[in-house]
């Protein structure tokens, strides 16, 4: 038999080597393609049997409708979150998408405390001065994690691991999700969004991006939250309303900003634009503040996370040829 063929779209040399380590001996024929998938791309995967995708690939009716028309009815997404892609239309068009949805929680909630840290002790700035020989503390004031309260807007995995994480630095710990777990139920308080905004040091973004969550944190919430707060986005960028965020940080209600995703990332993360300028203002500014620290959508980025969304991404491709049922299926 032919050996089927995947069109791996938004790859880098990282993902190339886990795929084709995990795909060892399951003799699919990998192609590689830097190009995101979308309108403009969607010809890339004319003569191939599945396409597999990434958290900034578009795939709408259009892209969807192209697949179809050229035989794919597999798209094996390499993340756990699933808002770029059109659901119902993949449901209508019989294309099944499939998705990695738990590896390695610990790597975006470690990545998630690391940016806490960083903020709190202001260690880009630290480290900056100490190449420059400078050893003066002014400015470099932090605060102790330790009796502190935190934020936790969604206890799924992430959520979960991050409220493990922190409890090991004796936070308080609140927590808010419409579906709330006894596991987290025994490290924090469960509470309603009101309380989380008053009471918190620190809040942390743990949900999925839908329409309920869709600029979830705007001027309104920014209004609510204690004057100097932290807030870390490392779940998907558009639970931010960026603008507000940016005036609330001028306004010194946010006294601290740690983003990891961001809204309009798909034009930015994930390549290299050393020397070019940006066209985003807002995300410009943000990057000029002191008390900012972006990451670009790093936080699953860790050896043990990028293993198991290769052999997840693998399996689920080889079930679907097999006709084999995971539950990774959307
Ligand atoms: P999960 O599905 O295990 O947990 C999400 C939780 O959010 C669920 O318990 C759900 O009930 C809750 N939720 C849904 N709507 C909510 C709302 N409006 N308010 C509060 N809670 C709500 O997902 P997991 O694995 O914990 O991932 C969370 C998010 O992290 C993903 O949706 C994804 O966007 C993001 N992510 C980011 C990565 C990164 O590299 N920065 C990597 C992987 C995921």
Do not use: W
């Amino acid at each position: 038999m032919e050996p089927k063929r995947v069109a791996v779209f938004s790859s880098k040399p990282y993902d190339k080597h886990f795929l084709d380590q995990a795909n060892d001996g399951q003799g699919m024929q990998l192609e590689y393609f830097e190009n995101r998938l979308r309108k403009s791309t969607m010809r890339l995967a004319e003569g191939y049997d599945a396409v597999s995708c990434f958290v900034n690939d578009i795939v709408d009716r259009t892209v969807l409708e192209h697949l179809v028309s050229n035989g794919i009815r597999m798209i094996a997404l390499r993340c756990a979150g699933f808002n770029n892609v059109d659901l119902e239309a993949a449901k209508a068009l019989g294309v099944q998408v499939a998705r990695v949805p738990g590896y390695s929680p610990e790597s975006v909630a470690e990545h998630t405390v690391a940016m806490i840290l960083s903020l709190n002790r202001r260690l880009t700035k630290a480290y900056n001065r100490v190449k420059e020989h400078n050893f003066d503390l002014d400015g470099l004031l932090g605060f102790n994690l330790q009796k502190s309260t935190v934020g936790i807007i969604g206890t799924g995995k992430i959520g979960l691991a991050t409220m493990r994480a922190l409890s090991g630095f004796g936070c308080r710990l609140l927590c808010h999700d419409p579906y709330p777990s006894d596991e987290a139920a025994k490290l924090g308080e469960y509470c309603d969004l009101d309380k989380i905004y008053r009471e918190s040091d620190v809040i942390s973004l743990h949900c999925p991006l839908t329409d309920e969550s869709y600029h979830l944190i705007n001027e309104a919430s920014i209004a609510k939250m204690k004057q100097g707060v932290m807030l870390i986005n490392t779940s998907r960028g558009a639970l931010v309303n960026a603008q507000h965020a940016l005036d609330g940080m001028k306004q010194g209600k946010i006294g601290y900003l740690g983003l990891d995703v961001y809204e309009l990332e798909g034009d930015i993360f994930f390549r290299d634009l050393s020397g070019k300028v940006l066209h985003d203002d807002v995300f410009a500014l943000l990057l000029s503040y002191p008390n900012v620290l972006v990451t670009g959508h790093q936080g699953y980025f860790t050896r043990e996370a990028l293993t198991e969304i290769g052999q997840t991404t693998i399996d689920n491709l080889a079930a679907h040829f097999e006709g084999r049922v995971t539950g990774n299926e959307l």
